[in-house]
């Protein structure tokens, strides 16, 4: 089969190759799903970079974690009815060599989860990292009903689901933006409230939204550049939740963690429970039978064109999901 891969750490241009490699058997417990759409992710790129604690562990690496197509054979002890089935896939190539940037993955049959025929493969293949982070980060701990809930960088992959399910669970959603392109993003997701924080006061326009209030949960995705946030837009008591940061050393700030008292919550979705796995694809199931799910795919590629797809990753300049094609 067809797949690209890399075997050393790199700038794309330099390590990603595309070739012919053995099509993988379904073991028992697996199923074989010739992929339609593979899903690119920031730390699919950063994984490929050898960015910090995020060395090459196999000799060859066919990267990315998500992806979505059809069962064509099954493992001993899979139901021989997932065959013919559409899917999508969970952590494709999360502590494993072999992901879904090529023309078939062989993964266990519980990373595989059904997906409706009004959902193409290409948004299908966006729900492995971005909708399950975002659906946790709007979930976890206490129930987002009737709070005021910050969404940092809300034109983000990440960041325009998690508006998605704030509003699904009844926040009211304020979002963070750079652009007036990425702001009409963010309000088509379904923001209250969206701030250009390159041309705006983030703390002070906060404050004006909730009347000195502040706001009840904080999502970041950039915990090091961000953490500023906690003592000028977050209630005393309140909640942040990170899913990434830029930084993975930044200088903490001690004293409004004292002084504010939050409930700071770190997590990565490849490591979810299988029982917040569960509720969040319940959930995405929910938000798409309602029909208000809205999928963004900034850009396609074909595999062969894999290195641009990373560096348009890379570059931060996309305005929702990259995929490529096998």
Known sequence: MQAAYY?????????????????????????????????????????????????????????????????????????????????????GQWK????????????????????????DFDAGACFGIPALTAQHAVTVGESVAGQRVLITGGAGAVGHYAIQ?????GAEVITTISSPQKADHARAAGA????????????????????????????????????SLIPTCLKPGGFVVVYGSNDMAP???????????????FFIVYELTAEARAKGIADINELIASGGMRHTIAAKFPMMDIVSA??????????????IHP
């Open 165 to 169: 399910f704030a509003k699904m669970k």
């Open 96 to 119: 494993r060599p072999f992901g879904t940037a090529a023309a078939y993955i062989a993964v266990p049959a519980a990373q595989t989860v059904p997906l409706p025929e009004s959902v």
């Open 7 to 91: 075997l050393e750490n790199g700038a794309a241009r330099d390590v990603l190759q595309v070739g012919e490699v053995e099509t993988p058997a379904p073991v028992a417990g697996e199923v074989l799903v010739r992929i339609h759409a593979s899903g690119v992710n920031p730390s699919d790129v950063k994984s490929r970079r050898g960015a910090p604690g995020r060395a090459k562990a196999f000799p060859q690496i066919i990267p990315h974690s998500d992806g979505a197509g059809v069962v064509e054979k099954v493992g001993d002890g899979v139901d021989a009815g997932r065959v013919g089935e559409r899917v999508w896939i969970w952590n």
């Open 192 to 227: 209250d409230h969206v701030i250009n924080y390159k041309t705006e006061d983030v703390a002070a326009v906060v404050q004006d939204i909730t009347g000195g209030g502040r706001v009840d949960r904080i999502i970041d995705v950039d915990f090091g550049r961000n953490q």
């Open 251 to 265: 200088p903490l700030q001690i004293l409004p963690l004292f002084v504010y008292g939050p409930c700071v919550q």
């Open 310 to 323: 990373h560096e348009l990753v890379e570059s931060g300049t996309a305005i929702g999901n990259v995929v």
